[in-house]
Every structure is written in C-alpha cells, then in structure tokens.
T-cell receptor
C-alpha cells in the first residue's frame, strides 16, 4: 500500500489567499483525521471523520477553516482566507477502526507558509 | 476524561546504553495505548500498541513498551540505543469517550537525543 498521500508537500502563499490541502487515506480505512503541528502548540487535532461523516470539528480554530470528505478515498482541508498564524505542518492520518485495531497512519504532511 | 502525560521534554542517552521514555495515562475503562516516532520533516510513524494480553509489547526498530496497570504507565524502552533513534516520540491513548471512532489523545512528545 502507498500509505496516506498528502498534497502538496509544501505550500507558500500570501495572506488572504485560499489554501486547499488534500489527503488520500489508506484504502479500506474508515476514519480520517486532520492535525496541525507547530513548535508553539505541538500536535493539535483539527477535525476527524468516521465513514466520511464529520464527527468532531471542535479543534478547527476558526470559521476560516473547513474540511470535507466527499468519499472514502479523498478529503480536503481548506483555509480561506489564510493568515500568517496558520503557518504550520498539516498532517492527515487514517485508521481502520474496529476489533482491536485503532492505530492511525500518518501522511508525510504539508508544510504551509503564509507570508 | 482521558489523558496522557509525558513527563520529560527531552531524554539524553549515550549510544549503546538502554533508553526509557516515560508515559503515564488516565482513562476510564480498558486502556488502548500507542507509541509513535517522528523523525525530522516526517510524519508520525506507528511503533507499537497495547490493547490486551502480555504486558510487554514488542514493536518496530527493536523498541518495546511495558504496560503497568497499577502505575498507569506505558514506558517505551530499548536495550541498546542507536544514534539513529534520535527523534521525537509520542505516547497516545484511545479516547474512549468518543465512541468507536478511533480518536487518539497524544502526549506532548519527548525528544530523544542519543549521543555517540
């Protein structure tokens, strides 16, 4: 399996622009998670989906952030408009939840820089 | 509420010596515990998990972890450290309060520095 795929790997944009991050989970997994990692705040859970349905978006920092999962093999995280404080590494992770399997598998991340 | 704590921000060890990275947890119900490693500029990688069974769990790269129910701990260990083990390590626990959705609660991470 190719693992969790994220694109782009790096994104540099100007303040006010729209940013869309993409994620393809591992085939067959039923849960998907979006995280943000910074030196100041560490690893933060933004939102997660189970069977393509958003379960908890309480970690989304502001209304500028939105996430969708239109099907089992694709998810997006959108920031509109972007601000310099959104600069971080954004990770997508997926897992197959059930029985005794709960471990999450992370993608390589998207490093976002907002100038 | 479910929580996990990693009491050390950084652990320093000499190459060839044993290493321990500490983790304690607080959960209601049976704990499902995990260790992850993050190398620079990479995503988190799953190392090992404890769900049930033997208290000593073996994982990738020669790492193991010991589940101790009475001390509510799940420390990560390796008998002989390598310089290449230098990385950021995260302990995590399943959030039983979120239903069966797979949500994990991560500790703040411990930086392991192995010196030659």
């Amino acid at each position: 399996d190719a693992g969790v795929i994220q694109s782009p790997r790096h994104e540099v944009t100007e303040m006010g622009q729209e940013v869309t991050l993409r994620c393809k989970p591992i085939s067959g997994h039923n849960s998907l998670f979006w995280y943000r990692q910074t030196m100041m705040r560490g690893l933060e859970l933004l939102i997660y989906f189970n069977n393509n349905v958003p379960i908890d978006d309480s970690g989304m920092p502001e209304d500028r952030f939105s996430a969708k999962m239109p099907n089992a093999s694709f998810s997006t995280l959108k920031i509109q408009p972007s601000e310099p404080r959104d600069s971080a590494v954004y990770f997508c992770a997926s897992s197959l939840v059930g029985a005794l399997s709960y471990e999450q598998y992370f993608g390589p991340g998207t490093r976002l820089t907002v100038t | 509420a479910q929580s996990v704590a990693q009491p050390e921000d950084q652990v320093n060890v000499a190459e060839g010596n044993p290493l321990t990275v500490k983790c304690t947890y607080s959960v209601s119900g049976n704990p499902y515990l995990f260790w992850y490693v993050q190398y620079p500029n990479r995503g988190l990688q799953f190392l090992l998990k404890y769900i049930t069974g033997d208290n000593l769990v073996k994982g990738s790269y020669g790492f193991e972890a010991e589940f101790n129910k009475s001390q509510t701990s799940f420390h990560l260990k390796k008998p002989s450290a390598l310089v290449s083990d230098s990385a950021l390590y995260f302990c995590a626990v399943r959030d039983g309060g979120s239903g069966n959705t797979g949500k994990l609660i991560f500790g703040q991470g411990t930086t392991l520095q192995v010196k030659p």
